[in-house]
T-cell receptor
Framework: EAGVTQSPTHLIKTRGQQATLRCSPI?????VYWYQQALGLGLQFLLW???????NRGNFPPRFSGRQFPNYSSELNVNALELEDSALYLC?????????????FGQGTRLTVV | QKEVEQDPGPLSVPEGAIVSLNCTYS??????FMWYRQYSRKGPELLMY????GNKEDGRFTAQVDKSSKYISLFIRDSQPSDSATYLC???????????????FGKGTKLSVKP
């Protein structure tokens, strides 16, 4: 069974540009979570989508946004990139009705802003 | 006070040692507790999941939750060099309003098991 897949693996952008990161959840999972892992800061919760709706968002500015498609895959968009957005962006998925439990992570997208 | 506190280490032990990793938390409403292992430049891998207080054992790993002390632990018996990684604790409120689905992580403890 395929796990959570993320693309691209690496992404280099210039300050002020936009970045789009993609995530495909485990088959049968309807919830998708996005986390940012910056050096020294641990995993910070960004966004949670379930059944196509945004259910919760973390303490991040509105230039971090996303969506979930009918096939439950998800996209994270970061507008007006800043140098401090450089981080590993992780996507996780879980079954609906299992709130915050047994979330399985992808390998991440390493975003570098120069 | 941060919601979840975890000693970042690094922690270095000889092969075969028993490893104890710990987290403390401040929110008594947390219901679900998890431990993840993260190898360098990889995504976190779920190791253990526990609901409420108690112990759970899986092979060489034992997870303990003490809700009265707001303290969770992960024990690794007969540690191996392949256990060298960063261990992250995580917890969730569960079915509580808008926080449903939101995992709160500790910063992780870096473990090195020497042959």
């Amino acid at each position: 069974e395929a796990g959570v897949t993320q693309s691209p693996t690496h992404l280099i952008k210039t300050r002020g540009q936009q970045a789009t990161l993609r995530c495909s959840p485990i088959s049968g999972h309807t919830s998708v979570y996005w986390y940012q892992q910056a050096l020294g800061l641990g995993l910070q919760f960004l966004l949670w989508y379930d059944e196509g709706e945004e259910r919760n968002r973390g303490n991040f500015p509105p230039r971090f946004s996303g969506r979930q498609f009918p096939n439950y895959s998800s996209e994270l968009n970061v507008n007006a990139l800043e140098l401090e957005d450089s981080a590993l962006y992780l996507c996780a998925s879980s079954l609906w009705g299992r709130p915050g439990t047994e979330a399985f992570f992808g390998q991440g997208t390493r975003l570098t802003v120069v | 006070q941060k919601e979840v506190e975890q000693d970042p280490g690094p922690l270095s032990v000889p092969e075969g040692a028993i490893v104890s990793l710990n987290c403390t938390y401040s929110n008594s409403a947390f219901q679900y507790f998890m431990w993840y292992r993260q190898y360098s430049r990889k995504g976190p891998e779920l190791l253990m999941y526990t609901y409420s207080s108690g112990n759970k054992e899986d092979g060489r790993f034992t997870a303990q939750v003490d809700k009265s002390s707001k303290y969770i632990s992960l024990f690794i018996r007969d540690s191996q060099p392949s256990d060298s990684a960063t261990y992250l604790c995580a917890m969730s409120l569960g079915n509580y309003g808008g926080s449903q689905g939101n995992l709160i992580f500790g910063k992780g403890t870096k473990l090195s098991v020497k042959p």
